[in-house]
């Protein structure tokens, strides 16, 4: 039961945490050698799949996401989601973000966030309230080609370590497409979204 209720809980809530670990543009004349600034204010819905290794248990969900820079190097972030199937999870993240260029086309990137998730399950139900600490690196590999990768520590009944990998594609300044991996204890979960940067 341990695997099960962490992967319930920890999964669809890292997933949130995928959504400001991602990158949006601003203004293309800001660019260097063909790249764009990275932004951090902009409102995202994803659709996931979450997939329970060793139980053969799977849920879909929906989350909506949004980040908000409150200057040059600091960022809010936060994410409402749901999941149903076999495993039931309502989930809500809010933190704060930082992030230090590396490079013209590389972002350090740092994030501390709260956490809440209720969930239903064969046997019963519960609810837990913890935290999360991530960092990782954001990268341009082409002109609107964007990915990122993150290691993200989850404090939320039980601990664990997670990876977290997404690739972003942009179909303008404002709008992009992109998909989602991440991969803790006993779960996947693979997500689709969009995203428009304001």
């Known amino acids: 039961m341990r695997n099960l209720r962490s992967a319930g809980l920890l999964v669809p809530l890292t997933c949130l945490a995928l959504a400001p670990s991602a990158a949006a543009l601003q203004d293309p004349a800001a660019s260097t050698a063909g790249h764009r600034d990275f932004s951090y204010t902009y409102g995202q819905v994803a659709l996931m799949r979450v997939d329970f290794d060793g139980v053969d248990d799977e849920s879909d969900g929906i989350e909506f996401s949004g980040s908000y820079a409150l200057d040059e190097k ?29 490079a013209p086309t590389v972002d350090l990137v740092a ?57 972003r594609y942009y179909l303008d300044t ?22 428009w940067d304001f």
């Open 74 to 102: 600091l960022y809010l972030w936060g994410g409402l989601g749901f999941a149903s199937g076999d495993v039931d999870v309502t989930a809500l993240a809010l933190g704060v973000g930082y992030h230090q260029p590396l």
């Open 111 to 167: 994030e501390f966030g709260l956490l809440h998730s209720e969930f239903d399950f064969s046997g019963g139900d519960d609810d837990e309230t913890g935290w999360q600490l991530g960092g990782g690196v954001r990268a341009w590999v082409a002109q609107q080609v964007e990915v990122d990768a993150q290691l993200v520590y989850v404090d939320l009944g039980d601990s664990d370590i997670g990876l977290d990998l997404g690739a």
């Open 174 to 195: 404002n709008l992009s497409f992109g998909l989602g991996l991440f991969l803790i204890d006993d779960a996947d979960t693979l997500s689709i979204n969009a995203r």
